[in-house]
């Protein structure tokens, strides 16, 4: 079965930084993303990766301290957080594709379960 299975997340103070992994199981994926969801908010874009590597793309708030890279070989994709700041509290959710990869939820067949991040301020 395929499974994602995300970690790193934790509390950390405003300015502070954190990384997350998804580890993937059952298959590999063209495109991989992280999205996130804060209390009374929809699910969000966050970052995706495309399947070498350099292609990526970020929503424009975490545009300069985030990074999001992947390890093929591990099947496993990161998002580095630096420069945190409380409005980035929320639960990320990695998500992959095995042909297409984009900004919309619809875009990713697979999900994460979630981890949370909370920003203090």
């Known amino acids: 079965q395929v499974q994602l299975v995300e970690s790193g997340g934790g509390l950390v103070q405003a300015g502070g930084s954190l990384r997350l992994s998804c580890a993937a199981s059952g298959r590999t994926f063209m495109s991989m993303g992280w999205f996130r969801q804060a209390p009374g908010k929809e699910r969000e874009f966050v970052a995706a990766?495309?399947?070498?590597?350099?292609?990526?793309y970020y929503v424009d708030s975490v545009k300069g301290r985030f990074t999001i890279s992947r390890d093929n070989a591990k099947n496993t994709v990161y998002l580095q957080m630096n420069s945190l700041k409380p409005e980035d509290t929320a639960v990320y959710y990695c998500a992959a594709d095995p042909t297409r990869g984009g900004s919309r939820l619809r875009e990713y067949a697979y999900w994460g379960q979630g981890t949370q991040v909370t920003v203090s301020s």
């Open positions: 990766i495309g399947w070498s590597g350099g292609s990526t």
